[in-house]
């Protein structure tokens, strides 16, 4: 390649350049290639500005040759270069999708993606881009549960509506038991977080006891009354109901969410409820504890406080929880339930798509697997 561009800048262009050429958060590459140029306009010989700006003498022809063509523009963009490695047909991308979605061989559970790449005759990298584009998590599972409740309608719609629409001068608990909760001892101290490593626990442990926490969520106001007793029987199930008879105003009318466990339905609850006649009970579905608002402070009470915490003994952990439902009740959040019923029905009746062989695909960008008219 000779040089065969004489580079002539006038006033505005090279005020233009000498702006890029200074500006510090543009990008180096840039920097360079505008160098290149108002070099160039300085008379220098090609072997200087190449020396000078750190480039071969080629480069330096290059983009002298790129500016006379497109200007200060054509220096702030790469040219676009095809691919060196075409990319993969529509049938290949369908064949490890339908592949993936399919059966495994042998003895094994889900298809890993050198498997899927040896059977298609393609690398494992473009495996996982094919994956990655199209959302497909073949080593990820989750475990569901369908309720078979004959009443699950109806026990759905009494619940959501007691969250969306409460009725007035009246208070709504989500009551439930946290059993078997365990006051576990690490037998060495916690090593702290620092950079480049996580906490750390011991993997063993004293075990001193366990306890069983009784909670009720208050859903309008998004306060919690627990109380933590040794044992989850209807004995303890009634403590707890007067323990929240006595804090409840009298007046109000009380209605309670609570699941199907055996102590919430003994006969001497029965007659507890006969003996106060402003409390309802609202039982959720059979296998269908999502329901249940107060679940989602267990889940939270679990993570922020008890999985990682250390406990001398049951008194030690009861206090921890005495003192966590202390400083949530400080600030509060108001439970809020998103859905109403009718969606929860579609989302439960809402059945996948099912996947066919790839002879069968009708395949669009983004990818996607169909059942052909007519076909099985």
């Keep these: 390649m000779a040089q065969t561009v004489c580079v002539l800048l ?38 200087d500005v190449a020396r000078q700006a750190g480039v071969s003498r080629p480069a330096a022809w290059r983009w002298q040759q790129r500016f006379a063509e497109e200007g200060v523009e054509g220096l702030l963009r790469d040219k676009t270069r095809p691919p060196g490695t075409p990319p993969h047909s529509t049938r290949t991308v369908a064949k490890v999708l339908a592949l993936t979605c399919s059966e495994p061989p042998d003895e094994v ?3 890993t993606g050198r498997a899927v790449a040896a059977r298609t005759g393609i690398s494992l990298r473009s495996v996982q881009r094919i994956w990655q584009e199209h959302r497909l998590q073949p080593h990820r599972v989750r475990t569901f549960k369908r309720s078979h409740d004959p009443a699950f309608a109806e026990k759905v719609e009494d619940v959501v509506g007691l969250y969306m629409q409460p009725p007035a001068h009246a208070v709504v608990l989500s009551i439930d038991e946290k059993s078997q909760i365990q006051a576990l001892e690490r037998t060495r ?29 208050d ?4 306060t919690v009354l627990g109380r ?26 009380i209605h309670v969410v609570l699941d199907n ?69 400080q600030s509060p959040r108001l439970f809020v339930w998103p859905k109403p019923a009718a969606a929860i029905f579609d989302a439960l009746n809402r059945a996948p798509e099912p996947f066919v062989c790839v002879s069968c695909l009708v395949v669009r960008p983004p990818l996607r697997l169909r059942r052909c008219e007519g076909r099985v």
């Design 10 to 47: 006038d006033d505005a262009t090279e005020s233009a350049l000498s702006a890029i050429a200074g500006d510090r958060s543009c990008p180096l590459k840039h920097i360079l290639w505008v160098r290149i140029v108002l070099l160039s306009f300085e008379r220098l010989s090609v072997q």
């Design 109 to 111: 559970t889900h298809w």
């Design 189 to 217: 101290p916690d090593q702290p977080l620092g950079p480049r490593h996580p906490a750390a626990q011991t993997h063993d442990y004293t075990r001193h006891g366990t306890t069983t926490l009784f909670a009720a969520l």
């Design 219 to 222: 859903v309008l106001e998004g």
């Design 228 to 253: 933590c007793m040794q044992r989850h029987r209807h004995g303890e199930f009634i403590r707890f109901l007067n323990t929240v008879e006595a804090a409840v105003p009298a007046g109000k009318a």
């Design 261 to 329: 466990y055996g102590s919430h339905k003994h006969p001497k609850v029965r007659a507890w409820l006969t003996r106060h006649p402003r409390w309802t009970f609202h039982f959720t579905p059979t296998s269908a504890s999502w329901l249940n608002a107060v679940e989602g402070f267990f889940s939270t009470l679990t993570r922020r406080r008890l999985r990682r915490g250390t406990f001398t003994g049951i008194v030690d952990l009861q206090a921890a929880i005495k003192r966590y439902i202390g400083e949530h009740n």
